[in-house]
């Protein structure tokens, strides 16, 4: 699986931005498709997962309420809408895959593979 993830820019807090991330290579539709992403100083955490055929869709604490994966198996397509934009989600963001992780492997970001990152950077 290839990934290439795109949309990220800049964002003045309370903005939004949309990511992308374009899958090739294998069958889309049964993977686990996650964002990751990495603050400047920071270890790369966790941010939103989507279990297949709506097993489940998984996000961190502090972006609930205010991002929404979704995922398109006919564009192999997924997409992380980014709404009410803090200071602190400013970082690069990596979309990943996996075929068959378990939700703490997803957490802790044992993905198989991995697209390059997208920057996001929101100001204050």
């Known amino acids: 699986v290839q990934l290439q993830a795109s949309g990220g820019g800049l964002a003045q807090a309370g903005g939004s931005l949309t990511l992308s991330c374009a899958a090739s290579?294998?069958?889309?539709?049964?993977?686990?498709m996650g964002w990751y992403r990495q603050a400047p100083g920071r270890e790369r955490e966790f941010v939103a997962a989507?279990?297949?055929?709506?097993?489940?869709?998984y996000y961190t604490d502090s972006v609930k309420g205010r991002f929404t994966m979704t995922r398109d198996n006919g564009k192999n397509t997924f997409y992380l809408q980014m709404n009410n934009l803090k200071p602190d989600d400013t970082a690069v963001y990596y979309c990943a895959a996996c075929l068959r992780c378990i939700t703490s492997t997803i957490f802790a970001g044992g993905m198989d593979y991995w697209g390059e990152g997208t920057l996001v950077t929101v100001s204050s």
């Open positions: 989507l279990k297949p055929r709506g097993y489940g869709t």
């Open positions: 290579g294998r069958t889309f539709s049964s993977y686990v």
